[in-house]
């Protein structure tokens, strides 16, 4: 019993009985030759985009759990101070207090 290579590269003497044997196999980029150099590149590059977008909504959730179920605005990420901390106290009042004044006025009302 021989175990044939495609094309008959190769061949290799089995040690098996001859009867008849169910074979299963498996091949990957078996149509790789038929693609053009343009169409490689293109699908390489598809499988890059995706990659990307992937680790993008990755770190896009890390981000909101972090902030607690919802991304800061830009300036909340700007804020120097302990922010992380206030949402863990009370995500609603810190989104309320930077939406609704100017900087200064923040300032102010931080004594509270």
């Known amino acids: ?14 040690d098996l009985t001859q009867i008849d044997y169910r074979v299963r196999y498996c091949g990957t980029g078996m149509d790789e030759g038929s693609r053009s150099t343009e169409e490689r590149a293109e699908a390489e590059r598809l ?11 990755e770190r896009h959730r890390v981000e909101e759990q972090a902030w607690c179920g919802r991304l800061p ?9 302990n922010v992380r901390g206030m949402v863990q106290l ?4 810190v989104d309320e207090v930077d939406g609704a004044a100017p900087e200064s006025a923040q300032r102010n009302g931080r004594g509270w």
């Open 90 to 93: 009370d995500r609603l009042l």
């Open 73 to 81: 605005s830009e300036h909340l990420k700007r804020v120097a101070g």
């Open 47 to 57: 499988a890059r985009l995706e990659h990307e977008r992937a680790a993008e909504g």
């Open 1 to 14: 019993m021989l175990l044939l290579q495609w094309a008959g590269e190769a061949a290799w003497d089995l």
